[in-house]
């Protein structure tokens, strides 16, 4: 009878345990940091959504896309984002990198056919196309561009929306972040806030 007593208190105990520690760490927690992340960073707990005239939103229907995850386009007016080996190309559903080993003869054919194209389409040299042009991010939805690939898009975009590259490279600074707490990554451009921005100011 008494270990009959003795696992029948065991057991309560840890429901009891396990009950405190599902209404803490299950509910009381993330109601917690749902309710400071709201009031202190509202816009990119949201999901950090922007409308098309450039400015943050919080709902989703005024929005056209994300300043968190990169977009494909193929508008030569528009700045070009990285390449991308998610899916079919920037699927949300499928984010990943190519998994290619830097010496993968795939990659480097992939690599060398990008540099190509690209330094054709901008007017610059081979040796000029950046790394980040031609090779894509581990998640394949990389919002960002460095800013050596939006300096040699700069020329092509002006001209395809009839501004001058000094406009159109005032827009690249405008919407160039610097390295995280000033020193860890590396100075990035946010594509689809560029293309907002150069949008706007081709009206």
């Known amino acids: 009878m008494s270990e009959i007593y003795a696992l029948l208190r065991h057991s309560l105990a840890g429901l009891r ?3 405190a520690a599902t209404l803490l760490c299950g509910i009381a ?4 940091v749902t309710g400071v992340a709201q009031a202190a960073f509202g816009w990119r707990a949201d999901g950090s959504l922007v409308t098309e005239s450039g ?6 229907a005024e929005a056209v896309g994300s300043a968190l995850i990169g977009q494909g386009n193929d ?13 079919d190309g920037w699927d ?10 830097p010496e993968d003869p795939e990659l480097v054919k992939a690599i060398k056919e990008r540099q190509g194209e690209i330094a054709t389409r901008e007017g610059v040299s081979v040796d000029q196309v950046p790394a980040d042009a031609v090779t894509t991010s581990a998640s394949g939805i990389d919002p960002d561009i460095s800013p050596a690939y939006a300096a040699i898009q700069v020329s092509r975009v002006a001209d395809a929306n ?5 406009e159109v ?16 990554g590396a100075p990035r451009v946010n594509v689809l806030e560029l293309n907002i921005a150069v949008r706007n100011a081709a009206e």
């Open 17 to 19: 345990v396990l009950i």
């Open 169 to 184: 490279k005032a827009l690249v600074a405008e919407n160039t972040d610097g390295r995280t707490l000033g020193f860890l």
């Open 75 to 87: 508008d030569e007016g528009l700045f070009y984002p990285r390449p991308s080996a998610a899916g």
């Open 162 to 166: 009839d501004l001058s590259t000094d």
């Open 29 to 32: 927690y993330p109601l917690v």
């Open 92 to 101: 949300t559903l499928s984010t990943y990198g190519s998994n290619l080993g």
């Open 55 to 60: 400015e943050h939103t919080n709902d989703p």
